[in-house]
């Protein structure tokens, strides 16, 4: 066994009767080494993130007791999932490479836009939209990438806004027989999903209960095949040197690595998520609005991400709940008919709090509780 | 033909020469001292060959090849591993974790689009790792985070990065700096026995003279940018000029 002791997932899956017979006499903490094995597995990140989703719509919008705590409905479950996307890739690059892009509003408006483009004038295939808008997205990245990445640190922060924002002055006027200018772009199609299943309609019995629409089906799928391909690549090599540039770029570079394509790697990688996260944007609200490549958009993905807690691979997307939850339920006056008005007070209130409170975000407060309840258990 | 040579190196910083015409030559297998006065150029000597520096004048020459225009790390890909004077570790990662780095690199190369594969495919990267912490002993503290190292340990991670980038050719800038007497020793023979056991060529800059004369086959003087005296131990020791530069003049 000594041999495998560095491939704790190959060991498990090998001889998983064989180490279940020999933990089964030391109870607690037994089953607790077990069940962290189990949960680095993909496979269980997978399946938990299906139940996720899958759960997620009724609990917001249906379920009873909880959706009248929250007053959620469908349609910002959908929006929730998309920006989520949007997060947990923005956070290959804050989180894991310790770069702070400020013009990820070009990457996700651009997949926007190429989406709304496209269903307007070329294909109304939602598959086909979405695949294509990631792919100008990819390429977006890369250009962007390479005329950013040339500085570091503040440097780079600054050269990604500026980048992001000639290319929102350009959407709104030069090219605005293309983008609809200061009106967005209208016009947008999206045909039903595989030439059959209308977006908008409910899906049939209990997946109708739990999931809702179609559209809310295709969004939740492109979020797990996200949350799958991100966690294979913290898993691969990349994960790896990543976290190595983040916490020492100069001995990165001194133990071999091409530190510049990494880092243009992260941004590209990160990028593709934002793409995809702005083609489902469109899909999902039949629209593109100009504001979409503005640098608050930008802004709004850094907010989640940190609220979320950078360097988890879900706390970006429960980031992005909070932050959603507030600007679409908080601002329509709940829990107070007062608040309304006040709901970026409360968003700034909240993100100070977990700021100051938990370095770590969300995500990190809900491994502390974990941490300590663990502990608790043991000691009994 | 020699591993590794400069030829007439010169570095200024703005009218000040910290090498000076520098012309030296590494010989497969050898372990040699670079030692000279504070300021001396030793570190700028250092800094020039990991490609860390453009010279302004000169060529270095490793395994026959000008690496004088490539960029750090294919330096490092050549087989020229440096271990810093201050521990330059990754202070977050777990012991492993910063060796595997290092094997990562050497194994794979400066970039792969090798991004969808998973890391525990990857047996020889962990071979790698493995071998190198057990070679600086601190495979039973693998799971540590570097960070909570006690500062002699971090040294030892700092020379296992280097020499899990598997390199032809190490260089060390001062690797018992500030460390016990203990621990001065224990790095003293962790060098022995990777040269021994990796039959490694090493280049140490280093000023503790007991070390420097217990551990080179040949020692290099560097004084005010020049290379002013090259030989063995024992000829080094003897030598007037070396003495009245270096030592100021006081007997050994």
Same mark, same amino acid.
């Given at each position: 066994?000594?041999?495998?002791?560095?491939?704790?997932?190959?060991? /498990?899956?090998?001889?998983?009767?064989? *180490?279940?017979?020999?933990?089964?006499?030391?109870?607690?903490?037994?089953?607790?080494?077990?069940?962290?094995?189990?949960?680095?597995?993909?496979?269980?990140?997978?399946?938990?993130?299906?139940?996720?989703?899958?759960?997620?719509?009724? !609990?917001?919008?249906?379920?009873?007791? &909880?959706?009248?705590?929250?007053?959620?409905?469908? /349609? !910002?479950?959908?929006?929730?999932?998309?920006?989520?996307?949007?997060?947990?890739?923005?956070?290959?690059?804050?989180?894991?490479?310790?770069?702070?892009?400020?013009?990820?509003?070009?990457? #996700?408006?651009?997949?926007?836009?190429?989406?709304?483009?496209?269903?307007?004038?070329?294909?109304?295939?939602?598959?086909?939209?979405?695949?294509?808008?990631?792919?100008?997205?990819?390429?977006?990245?890369?250009?962007?990438? @390479?005329?950013?990445?040339?500085?570091?640190?503040?440097?780079?922060?600054?050269?990604?806004?500026?980048?992001?924002?000639?290319?929102?002055?350009?959407?709104?006027?030069?090219?605005?027989?293309?983008?609809?200018?200061?009106?967005?772009?209208?016009? *947008?199609?999206?045909?039903?999903?595989?030439?059959?299943?209308?977006?908008?309609?409910?899906?049939?019995?209990?997946?109708?209960?739990?999931?809702?629409?179609?559209?809310?089906?295709?969004?939740?799928?492109?979020?797990?095949?996200? &949350?799958?391909?991100?966690?294979?690549?913290?898993?691969?090599?990349?994960?790896?040197?990543?976290?190595?540039?983040?916490?020492?770029?100069?001995?990165?570079?001194?133990?071999?690595?091409?530190?510049?394509?990494?880092?243009?790697?992260?941004?590209?990688?990160?990028?593709?998520?934002?793409?995809?996260?702005?083609?489902?944007?469109? *899909?999902?609200?039949?629209? *593109?609005?100009?504001?979409?490549?503005?640098?608050?958009?930008?802004? /709004?993905? @850094?907010?989640?991400? &940190?609220?979320?807690? @950078?360097?988890?691979?879900?706390?970006?997307?429960?980031?992005?709940?909070?932050?959603?939850?507030?600007?679409?339920? &908080?601002?329509?006056?709940?829990?107070?008919? #007062?608040?309304?008005?006040?709901?970026?007070?409360?968003?700034?209130?909240?993100?100070?709090?977990?700021?100051?409170?938990?370095?770590?975000?969300? #995500?990190?407060?809900?491994?502390?509780?974990?941490?300590?309840?663990?502990?608790?258990? /043991?000691?009994? | 033909?020699?591993?590794?040579?400069?030829?007439?190196?010169?570095?200024?910083?703005?009218?000040?020469?910290?090498?000076?015409?520098?012309?030296?030559?590494?010989?497969?297998?050898? +372990?040699?001292?670079?030692?000279?006065? $504070?300021? %001396?150029?030793?570190?700028?000597?250092? $800094?020039?060959?990991?490609?860390?520096?453009? =010279?302004?004048?000169?060529?270095?020459?490793?395994?026959?090849?000008?690496?004088?225009?490539?960029?750090?790390?294919?330096?490092?890909?050549?087989?020229?591993?440096?271990?810093?004077?201050?521990?330059?570790?990754?202070?977050?990662?777990?012991?492993?974790? $910063?060796?595997?780095?290092?094997?990562?690199? %050497?194994?794979?190369?400066?970039?792969?689009?090798?991004?969808?594969?998973?890391?525990?495919?990857?047996?020889?990267?962990?071979?790698?790792?493995?071998?190198?912490?057990?070679?600086?002993?601190?495979?039973?503290?693998?799971?540590?985070?570097?960070?909570?190292? =006690?500062?002699?340990?971090?040294?030892?991670?700092?020379?296992?990065?280097?020499?899990?980038?598997?390199?032809?050719?190490?260089?060390?800038?001062? =690797?018992?700096?500030?460390?016990?007497?203990?621990?001065?020793?224990?790095?003293?023979?962790?060098?022995?026995?990777?040269?021994?056991?990796?039959?490694?060529?090493?280049?140490?800059?280093?000023?503790?003279?007991?070390?420097?004369?217990?551990?080179?086959?040949?020692?290099?003087?560097?004084?005010?940018? +020049?290379?002013? %005296?090259?030989?063995?131990?024992?000829?080094?020791?003897?030598?007037?000029?070396?003495?009245?530069?270096?030592?100021?003049?006081?007997?050994?």
């Amino acid at each position: 066994m000594s041999d495998e002791s560095a491939n704790p997932t190959e060991t /498990e899956t090998d001889g998983g009767e064989t *180490v279940s017979g020999g933990t089964g006499t030391t109870s607690l903490s037994g089953i607790r080494t077990r069940w962290e094995r189990v949960r680095e597995r993909e496979s269980t990140v997978i399946v938990l993130t299906i139940v996720g989703v899958a759960l997620f719509p009724y !609990l917001l919008a249906r379920a009873p007791v &909880v959706s009248d705590l929250l007053q959620g409905y469908q /349609e !910002l479950a959908s929006l929730i999932l998309v920006w989520g996307i949007f997060a947990i890739g923005f956070d290959l690059l804050l989180g894991r490479t310790g770069l702070l892009s400020f013009g990820h509003a070009a990457i #996700w408006g651009g997949g926007a836009y190429a989406a709304g483009w496209l269903s307007a004038n070329v294909v109304q295939s939602p598959l086909l939209i979405v695949g294509i808008a990631v792919l100008f997205a990819v390429v977006l990245s890369v250009v962007l990438g @390479v005329l950013s990445l040339r500085r570091g640190g503040i440097y780079f922060a600054i050269l990604t806004l500026a980048f992001a924002q000639m290319i929102y002055y350009m959407a709104s006027a030069p090219l605005a027989f293309i983008t609809g200018g200061d009106n967005g772009l209208t016009g *947008v199609e999206i045909g039903p999903l595989l030439g059959s299943f209308d977006l908008g309609s409910e899906l049939p019995s209990i997946a109708g209960t739990l999931l809702g629409t179609w559209r809310y089906a295709f969004i939740a799928a492109a979020l797990v095949v996200s &949350v799958a391909v991100i966690h294979r690549i913290l898993n691969s090599p990349y994960g790896i040197v990543f976290r190595a540039i983040n916490e020492n770029e100069r001995r990165a570079e001194f133990v071999g690595f091409d530190v510049r394509r990494y880092k243009l790697a992260a941004f590209v990688l990160s990028g593709t998520f934002a793409g995809l996260g702005g083609a489902l944007f469109t *899909v999902h609200g039949e629209y *593109v609005p100009l504001s979409s490549l503005y640098w608050t958009t930008s802004g /709004e993905v @850094v907010i989640m991400t &940190v609220l979320g807690g @950078v360097g988890s691979l879900l706390g970006p997307l429960i980031g992005a709940g909070i932050y959603l939850w507030v600007e679409y339920i &908080v601002s329509g006056g709940y829990p107070f008919d #007062w608040i309304g008005p006040y709901w970026h007070l409360v968003l700034g209130l909240i993100f100070v709090t977990v700021v100051v409170l938990f370095p770590q975000g969300v #995500w990190g407060l809900v491994e502390d509780g974990r941490a300590w309840i663990t502990t608790r258990l /043991e000691d009994r | 033909m020699a591993l590794l040579e400069t030829r007439g190196l010169v570095k200024r910083f703005n009218g000040l020469t910290a090498t000076d015409d520098v012309d030296i030559a590494i010989e497969e297998g050898e +372990r040699v001292s670079v030692i000279g006065p $504070n300021g %001396a150029g030793k570190t700028t000597l250092i $800094n020039l060959i990991t490609r860390m520096l453009d =010279p302004t004048e000169g060529d270095i020459v490793f395994q026959g090849e000008s690496i004088t225009n490539d960029a750090p790390y294919e330096v490092v890909q050549q087989g020229i591993s440096k271990s810093f004077q201050t521990a330059s570790i990754f202070p977050e990662l777990t012991v492993e974790e $910063n060796a595997e780095i290092a094997a990562l690199g %050497a194994e794979h190369g400066s970039f792969r689009l090798n991004f969808l594969c998973h890391r525990n495919r990857y047996s020889a990267v962990d071979d790698g790792t493995k071998r190198t912490l057990e070679a600086v002993d601190l495979w039973g503290q693998r799971e540590v985070p570097a960070a909570d190292l =006690p500062y002699g340990d971090k040294r030892r991670l700092e020379i296992g990065i280097a020499l899990a980038s598997e390199p032809d050719l190490l260089l060390m800038d001062e =690797p018992t700096a500030g460390m016990s007497p203990e621990e001065t020793n224990a790095t003293v023979s962790l060098i022995e026995d990777v040269k021994e056991e990796l039959g490694l060529t090493l280049v140490l800059v280093e000023h503790d003279m007991e070390i420097v004369f217990e551990v080179s086959d040949r020692i290099i003087v560097l004084n005010r940018g +020049r290379v002013i %005296a090259e030989g063995t131990p024992e000829e080094i020791q003897g030598d007037p000029d070396v003495q009245e530069a270096y030592l100021g003049g006081v007997e050994l």
